[in-house]
């Protein structure tokens, strides 16, 4: 259920590594089984951050039950994770966080 997305304008070397290291932390991070975590990567988008089309990321993180008290430390995790897999500076980098309800989350044909 948790959905995790990064858009940047960079390159990523191993696109699948980097996609299995995010889901297997946020999972940690989550407390929620790495089974339930979906994980997607745009690359090479045509961004712009203040003007200017240097290294930026924006992520979007989705689930069921987010709790605002840990989307500090989520937001320090997350900044931290990009700033160091694709050189990123944390300055240059938007969260989206946003918690869902059981019942506005479709799987298998019906809802959480």
């Not at 980097?18 to 297997?24: D, M, N, P, V």
Request: proline content about 3%; glycine content about 8%; overall charge negative.
């Amino acid at each position: 259920m948790p959905y995790v997305e990064v858009q940047t304008n960079e390159s990523v070397e191993d696109e699948e590594k980097f996609l299995q290291k995010l889901s297997a932390e946020m999972s940690v991070r989550l407390g929620k089984p790495e089974s339930y975590i979906m994980t997607a990567l745009q690359p090479e988008v045509t961004m712009t951050f203040a003007g200017s089309t240097e290294k930026t990321a924006f992520i979007s993180l989705k689930s069921i039950g987010l709790d605002q008290s840990i989307t500090g430390e989520l937001s320090e995790f997350i900044c931290d994770f990009v700033e160091e897999e694709l050189g990123i500076e944390q300055d240059r980098i938007y969260i989206d966080f946003a918690n869902s309800s059981g019942a506005m989350w479709g799987w298998g044909g019906g809802t959480f």
